[in-house]
């Protein structure tokens, strides 16, 4: 990737350059990307090119040095009328928290700047959703290089991203749960070993990838050996979680608005009454519009927590992607009955928006896992036993 950012446009306001992306890219590709599977190289490219994938980053490598609402307010806008897309974008925040804290300063420099795209290469076959749990190894070579090996079961933009953020085992055996590595797209011995022909997010390029002998320096670890793990819950998952929930509250609020549209805009020839004058056609509407709205009322005090340092803080990170995982799920599913027939043809794209908001409920950590988390927080346990940390 080597898109760089527009001098012109990152002079304007983020919102107004997220808006023409929108507008001349992501929204006129969406079907496309949906129907074909296709990896949104365009919507990408366009986004890095008006600063959007350098907007968390800090402003001394010249990103844009914004927080975590400026940016859950892009995932929301971006779900709204690409899932793939947004999706895609997401991962690369997520993994842009860690390489800001912890990677080189001229990774940090290619992403604040536009011409890199990062992802997470966490879920392996071993371990499945519970990426905690790293069964992929990490060994010192003879040359001082280390050699990573692992079968990675999903990659978001696999063989797309520039860089992955790569969980393995740590060096040492007694050093802690998990190590991570910044590993560089076209390392010998990384490939893309499997297509991705999925229900929704069909663009997201979420494939599984094999490392074989993959070497990369000791300066390529981010923080120390075993402590990864750490990493994760403090730095990865705030931004994963959080941005999760402005995902589904993109696809719900864009449901509503579609549904709304159909039953104000529909018009029944033999009696001429629309479909929003039947009482019950409202009241459903209305049933939508109030879970969505609970949802971006949650997704805003998850915001305010994180960034006052209130005490429930990482317990509303917890929460807010299994809330907003069922939420979007209930909502898309409640907008396509509520449009019968219609929701069911391609153009009305309620049916896309069904399907992309599947994902929330199993993406790991799955709506179930969460559950379980903030069960043990609430009830004063560690979020992870031993046996699994």
Not at 151 to 177: C, Q
Request: glycine letters at 12%; aromatic letters at 4%.
């Amino acid at each position: 990737m080597t898109t760089s950012v527009d001098t012109a446009q990152s002079d304007t306001d983020p919102a107004d350059r997220l808006g023409t992306v929108i507008d001349d890219v992501i929204r006129p590709q969406a079907a496309i990307v949906d129907r074909e599977g296709a990896f949104p190289r365009q919507g990408v490219d366009a986004l890095a090119a008006a600063g959007l994938l350098g907007l968390a980053s800090s402003t001394e490598v010249g990103g844009g040095g914004q927080g975590m609402r400026a940016v859950a307010e892009v995932i929301e806008r971006l779900a709204a009328e690409c899932g793939s897309t947004a999706m895609v974008v997401l991962m690369h925040y997520a993994a842009t928290a860690v390489i800001e804290a912890h990677g080189p300063r001229e990774v940090r420099t290619a992403i604040a700047t536009g011409g890199h795209l990062t992802t997470l290469a966490f879920s392996e076959y071993g371990s499945r959703s519970h990426f905690w749990s790293p069964t992929g190894t990490a060994s010192a070579a003879d040359d001082g290089s280390v050699r990573l090996d692992a079968r990675k079961s999903w990659v978001t933009s696999a063989g797309e991203a520039d860089s992955y953020v790569w969980s393995s085992l740590p060096l040492s055996g007694d050093a802690g749960p998990m190590t991570l590595w910044h590993v560089p797209a076209g390392s010998a011995g990384l490939s893309v070993t499997g297509d991705f022909d999925g229900l929704g997010l069909r663009g997201n390029g979420s494939r599984p990838m094999t490392g074989e002998g993959i070497r990369v320096p000791s300066a390529a670890m981010l923080a120390d050996d075993g402590a990864g793990l750490d990493t994760a819950l403090g730095a990865v998952l705030p931004w994963f979680l959080v941005l999760n929930g402005a995902f589904c509250l993109g696809l719900a609020d864009s449901a509503v608005a579609e549904a709304n549209r159909h039953l104000t805009g529909t018009t029944l020839t033999h009696t001429g009454a629309a479909l929003r004058d039947a009482p019950v056609t409202r009241r459903d509407l209305a049933r939508l519009m109030i879970r969505t709205d609970a949802l971006r009322a949650f997704l805003g005090d998850t915001l305010t927590a994180l960034e006052t340092g209130r005490d429930d803080a990482m317990l509303r990170v917890l929460q807010v992607k299994a809330l907003a995982g069922e939420t979007a799920a209930d909502v898309t599913d409640g907008a396509m009955q509520l449009c019968g027939g219609s929701a069911f043809r391609k153009e009305l794209g309620l049916e896309r928006r069904f399907r992309d908001s599947r994902a929330a409920r199993v993406m790991a950590p799955t709506t179930d896992a969460l559950h379980d988390f903030v069960g043990r927080v609430a009830t004063g346990l560690p979020l992870l036993d031993e046996a699994n940390r």
